[in-house]
């Protein structure tokens, strides 16, 4: 292992690391500082670089940005009531309330600890855990794999989304865009409309870029914000009394760090969900719950742990089983393929600098985040000045060059446009995005290790649950599958009872 | 742009069954089990269930008159704004080969900025040296090939 540690970190020590690793930690801290550009749109967008790049810097640019891109989604929360990313949508009432009170400082310098605490956490239970699960699924076979991915289908509709039938139904149409293209079983091309572009299927990359960039470009267009009023920030004070305030909420911390971490784990539950979670755990257990929402710095300090702690988490059913443990892993999982690399088990034996660099990438890039943070935070205010008459059609531009870069096909530009209009559709009728990508990336695993065991077992679906990892898997996806319907049983259950 | 859940779950379900009618001449396995064309009809019947459980959602709740807001939307400037960078792209779609890069993109960029009332002279200088920038990052040092078409670059 030591050997393994070594090799990353001289891997990691070289100067185009470094200098990827800073590039991308200023990318990351913009895209998360200036509202309506997520960090999965981010992550769309570096892929296009991603291609040039080898496998180690590829991820840790990754890595990096999304850890930069969450905790600054915090300061325009702070500054002007706007979450940067979804994340920190859970605590910003409190935090624009706080500001509001004349405590910006206070509430940033509480936000870049606890991201960074958190962050670390996260990558501790990354390091320990993957590992341990890479040894079990050594020993899975396609019905296990079967099952490991139905389940993170499930989990994506039934846990992560408020409308179970609007997500159920974004999951469909990201598993059918996987069925296009020649078929596992016979070669036989389905769904390809006589083009031969479409022979290999529909190409990721462009798909991304489409459904996470453009979508976010047309949404943006229609705002009428071009700038944000803000409030001016002394960063020089903004880690005056926060060891004080995170000394007093240290058991929060380590909670929601377990939360965040265990929430990333779950396939298809991101950060946004854990700050939510963490938040709700956070008033339950508070002595203060009447504030929360009104200026209380708790939440901040759970949820701000929580949603860094998820990132980490969700690599690990990404690295371990190939299962993405949200839509920017999925994302990883598609420039892992693009470069040749398979996730899974295997990768841990094959690979294990490659592994062991991901993690050191996730320590490093939480202690930067400090420093960085704090001169973020000093040049807030220019972030947030950029118009976005301007920024809008640069970005497109981005979007536009990036999706032709990787096949250099103008078909990949149009399936781009197509995937944003898409996108765009669906969340203006509240139907989530982020599923048409999970879909995407399982639903290959879902078919072929399905149609594997179906031939295995020449058609009997009993076989599913004679092994017993595969057992219980398939029995938690049941289970999650009647999720929705258990209160309206056990009300009727009760009902029942009562009259007898 | 929000339209009622009974008509995009009526969507849905006619998507559902166009994916399973597209499967019916898909050839089957030996002993004719299902092959190519299992996984799209589960799937195609999924989606048409789960639009159709929308569309009965929509119409229980009375969710209809939203539809209304599909007559108002010429009026609506995002609406007009995100028509706009729809056309822009295909329209550079269709000419950068001929235009070539530096030309297309910097038109298209310009435009879209002019729409959304940034000052012509500083929406021309955006353009230009901004596209300017990400033609020498791809072209140049990530050598992708775009389109030279009247510039040669």
Not at chain 1, 15 to 39: D, E, K, Q, R
Request: proline share 6%; hydrophobic share 55%; with cysteine.
């Amino acid at each position: 292992m030591i050997d393994h540690i070594w090799t990353a970190l001289v891997m990691l020590s070289s100067w185009n690391l470094m200098l990827t690793i800073a590039i991308c930690s200023l990318y990351g801290l913009f895209v998360g500082a200036v509202p309506g550009l997520t960090a999965t749109m981010a992550a769309a967008l570096l892929v296009p670089f991603t291609f040039f790049m080898d496998p180690l810097p590829a991820l840790v640019a990754i890595v990096t940005m999304e850890a930069m891109a969450i905790f600054a989604g915090d300061i325009p929360a702070a500054l002007v009531r706007i979450p940067g990313t979804p994340s920190s949508a859970a605590y910003t009432d409190d935090s624009y309330e706080l500001t509001k009170q004349g405590k910006a400082e206070m509430v940033l310098g509480v936000d870049v600890i606890t991201s960074a605490i958190g962050g670390l956490m996260g990558a501790l239970v990354l390091m320990t855990a993957a590992p341990l699960l890479a040894e079990v699924a050594l020993k899975f076979t396609s019905f296990e794999y079967f099952w490991l991915a139905a389940l993170g289908l499930s989990a994506t509709v039934m846990i992560a989304s408020t409308d179970p039938l609007k997500a159920g139904l974004a999951l469909f149409v990201g598993l059918f865009f996987s069925t296009v293209g020649l078929d596992i079983t016979l070669g036989y091309p389905r769904f390809t409309l006589g083009t031969t572009e479409l022979l290999n299927g529909v190409d990721f990359i462009p798909a991304m870029i489409g459904l996470f960039g453009v979508s976010e470009i047309l949404r943006n267009m229609g705002s009428s914000h071009l700038q944000y009023p803000i409030t001016a920030v002394k960063a020089e004070k903004i880690f005056s009394g926060v060891a004080k305030t995170l000394w007093k909420y240290k058991a929060n911390m380590v909670r929601s760090g377990a939360i965040g971490t265990f929430i990333g784990i779950l396939p298809g539950a991101g950060a946004d969900i854990a700050a939510w979670i963490a938040y709700a755990a956070s008033k339950r257990f508070s002595k203060e719950p009447e504030l929360f929402g009104k200026g209380a710095i708790e939440p901040i300090v759970d949820a701000g742990t929580a949603n860094n702690a998820c990132l980490a988490g969700d690599w690990v059913p990404a690295l371990v089983f190939g299962i993405p443990g949200d839509s920017i892993t999925a994302i990883v999982i598609g420039v892992l393929f693009m470069k040749g690399l398979r996730p899974g088990p295997m990768i841990f034996e094959q690979q294990p600098e490659l592994v062991y660099a991901v993690y050191i990438s996730f320590i490093i890039a939480n202690i930067l985040m400090v420093p960085f943070g704090y001169l973020a935070i000093k040049a807030s205010g220019t972030a947030l000045k950029v118009p976005r008459n301007i920024l809008m059609p640069t970005i497109l531009m981005f979007c536009i060059v990036g999706s032709f870069a990787i096949n250099n096909s103008f078909f990949d530009v149009g399936l781009m446009l197509a995937m944003g209009i898409l996108g765009y559709f669906f969340e203006n009728n509240g139907i989530p995005v982020a599923p048409i990508v999970l879909g995407m990336v399982l639903g290959p695993i879902v078919e072929q290790n399905f149609m594997v065991s179906m031939i295995k077992s020449e058609w009997d679906l009993t076989q599913f649950f004679t092994r017993p990892t595969a057992a219980i898997l398939g029995v938690m996806t049941i289970v999650t599958w009647l999720a929705p319907f258990t209160p309206a049983m056990m009300k009727r259950m009760r009902g029942g009872n009562a009259s007898q | 742009m929000k339209i009622s859940d009974t008509v995009v779950g009526a969507g849905f379900v006619t998507a559902g069954a166009l994916i399973i009618a597209g499967t019916l001449n898909y050839p089957s396995l030996e002993g004719g089990h299902p092959g190519p064309s299992l996984f799209p009809r589960i799937l195609g019947g999924m989606m048409a269930a789960f639009g159709g459980l929308i569309s009965l959602k929509g119409l229980r709740t009375g969710d209809a008159t939203q539809d209304v807001e599909w007559l108002l939307l010429h009026k609506s400037t995002g609406f007009i704004n995100a028509v706009f960078v729809l056309v822009g792209v295909t329209a550079y779609i269709l000419f950068v080969e001929k235009l070539g890069f530096l030309l297309m993109g910097a038109l298209l960029l310009f435009v879209v900025m002019w729409r959304l009332k940034v000052p012509p002279l500083k929406a021309l200088i955006v353009a230009v040296v901004f596209n300017t920038i990400v033609h020498f990052l791809f072209a140049k040092i990530m050598r992708v090939p775009l389109p030279l078409g009247l510039v040669w670059w």
